[in-house]
């Protein structure tokens, strides 16, 4: 077997085709749900012939994995933002910034999620049984720390946690309907920063906190 280093040239449009094809799988899960997709659609989608998407993923379901454990791995790494050594307030706050802009930036990858969930979570129970359950245990205790020091008022670790992630992801797994009581356009940047300032407040204050 060779063991010589495949040309960095191959590699990059390796890595290019492959990210084409995950960009537009995500679009098309999001618009047609896993059994409404096909690889002829995300081919057509992503402008690859058929057997290309064939090359770099045997199956639809393959796809599907990694559409939804890229945007998995993209929440897990936003929230390293819920810096536990920060007080609560600077804490929530940061993380539930990061959160809104991802709803912003992956809107199609949140809609996703949110329907492989509701319809039993068949290929990422593993991940809620495993990473999100683990991260989700730590930062419940870090917070029961908060609330032992009397730094927020005392309530439900995890329905603080449920509380942000159904707020935050409204924007992304129901943005037809904000853009459409926006006047049928989406949000400005300043409409953006308003939007995520009114989070921070309702929930922060909910738990005893000031925005900061």
Not at 141 to 161: C, F, K, Q, V, Y
Request: glycine letters at 6%.
């Amino acid at each position: 077997m060779s063991t010589e280093p495949i040309p960095f040239r191959q590699t990059s449009k390796r890595s290019q085709n492959q990210k084409l094809i995950l960009e537009a799988a995500e679009k098309v899960f999001a618009e047609a749900g896993f059994a409404g997709a096909t690889t002829q659609l995300i081919a057509d989608v992503a402008g690859l012939p058929k057997a290309n998407v064939h090359y770099y993923f045997k199956t639809k379901e393959e796809i599907y994995r990694r559409v939804v454990y890229n945007i998995f791995d993209i929440w897990m790494e936003a929230a390293s933002a819920f810096d536990t050594e920060l007080g609560p307030s600077e804490a929530l706050c940061r993380y539930i910034d990061i959160k809104m802009d991802l709803s912003r930036s992956h809107p199609n990858g949140s809609r996703v999620w949110a329907a492989e969930v509701m319809h039993g979570a068949p290929i990422i129970q593993d991940y809620l049984e495993g990473r999100l359950k683990e991260w989700s245990t730590d930062r419940g205790l870090h917070i029961e720390r908060w609330i032992a020091n009397g730094e927020m008022d005392a309530i439900d670790p995890a329905h603080l946690l449920y509380m942000i992630w159904s707020t935050t992801q409204h924007y992304a797994d129901f943005g037809h309907q904000i853009e459409t009581l926006n006047g049928g356009v989406p949000y400005t940047d300043e409409q953006w920063q308003a939007a995520k300032l009114s989070v921070k407040t309702i929930i922060l204050k909910g738990v005893g906190l000031s925005v900061v």
